[in-house]
């Protein structure tokens, strides 16, 4: 069975992009592959955090991770800052990453560009501590959002040269990208990626919002003043956002959904969005409480550390041997 591994921080609190980009594959995928999914939160302080929130935004992922359908008998959930060697072999990968290949990551590039204060070394790395995520676990697919590409594009170039100079070490890993949905867009700015740091409450929608919120979110969306109904993201960003996630919560392709809304106006389809995200997110809300009720979640995460720190064990011991940086015999 191929392995596939992907992961999401816990930031803020996380969005339907989070759900149509990432989440949404990992369940089409968890019946046919050895998923690892966890929780990045070594990567969530590469900026300023409030530590209580952290803790919380960490429980509400693991949560909301199962209430989408992650299945515990299925997949292994772990956390990442239970297994140092995540930091570990993070290092060693940094130690093999040029200046010049990090500076070239958008993420990084755009928080530069935009001259925000107080860029910590941390988020310059980085890359490099999601390259050791993923190849800790010799994963062969990574699913994600089209924002993250670039950073398994990394992986496989790390990995590359790591196998070259100290020979077999990793597997290469590929990116999997959704054809629909990849980049979800914000409500309020439809030509800037959807996000949960975004400042206007309003663009974005939390899988935790009320749900009679999101719908208002939603009949508030930004479009444009063409008035057909056609999916141009080029020309119309704004209505093709909103035809991209009616078909990722209906499973309706897209040009049938612009069949079924020809003469109709921009209304009529926010209504439909909106019940689709009222109903989407009303369910996985109940779904989320009872887990939480349930209390199981740390059992969950501890077995899923268990599995997932075997592996990373062996990899880092492996690897320190390649390096030289063991000196007993094993
Ligand atoms: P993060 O937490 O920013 O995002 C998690 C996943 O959600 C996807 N995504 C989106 N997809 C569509 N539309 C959007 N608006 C949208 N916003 C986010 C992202 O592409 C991603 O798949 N560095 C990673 C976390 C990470 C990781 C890893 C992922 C750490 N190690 C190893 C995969 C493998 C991150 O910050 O994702």
């Known amino acids: 069975m191929k392995r596939m591994l992907s992961g999401i921080k816990p930031t803020g609190r996380l969005t339907l992009g989070n759900y149509i980009g990432a989440i949404r594959q990992f369940l089409e995928y968890q019946n046919d592959y050895e998923l690892f999914i966890f929780i990045a939160n070594m990567h969530a302080i590469t900026v300023p955090i409030d530590p209580k929130e952290l803790k919380q935004n960490t429980k509400d992922l693991i949560a909301l991770y199962m209430a989408c359908g992650l299945d515990s008998e299925k997949t292994t959930l772990f956390l990442q800052s239970d297994l140092p060697q995540h930091t570990e072999l993070g290092w060693i990968l940094t130690c093999h990453s040029y200046m010049g290949e990090l500076q070239r990551m958008t993420q990084y590039k755009d928080k530069c560009a935009k001259q925000e204060s107080g860029i910590t070394a941390g988020l310059f790395t980085y890359p490099a501590l999601m390259a050791a995520d993923i190849l800790m676990y010799d994963a062969d697919y990574v ?7 670039q950073h398994v594009e990394l992986a496989r170039n790390l990995a590359e040269r ?9 597997v290469v890993p590929e990116p999997i990208v959704p054809k629909v949905g990849a980049k979800i867009m914000s409500l309020q ?11 206007n409450p309003k663009g974005t929608i939390d899988l935790l919002d009320e749900p009679s919120v999101a719908r208002k979110k939603i009949m508030s969306a930004v479009t444009d003043s063409l008035g057909i109904i056609q999916y141009d993201p080029e020309n119309q960003p704004g209505l093709a956002n909103l035809l991209t996630i009616l078909s990722s919560l209906s499973n309706e392709p897209i040009d049938s ?11 009529d389809l926010k209504k439909e969005v909106a019940e689709a995200v009222y109903n989407f997110l009303s369910e996985l809300q109940a779904k989320y409480r009872e887990i939480i009720a349930s209390g199981k979640i740390d059992e969950i995460i501890q077995a899923g550390n268990e599995k997932a720190g075997k592996i990373a064990y062996k990899k880092v011991a492996k690897i320190k041997r390649k390096l030289g940086l063991s000196i007993q015999k094993r």
């Open 143 to 149: 699913p994600v959002g089209v924002d993250q590409k």
């Open 162 to 170: 790591f196998n070259h100079r100290y020979g077999d070490s990793f």
């Open 189 to 199: 700015n439809p030509t800037k990626k959807m996000s949960k740091s975004e400042e």
């Open 257 to 267: 959904i612009v069949n079924r809304f020809q003469g109709k106006g921009y209304g």
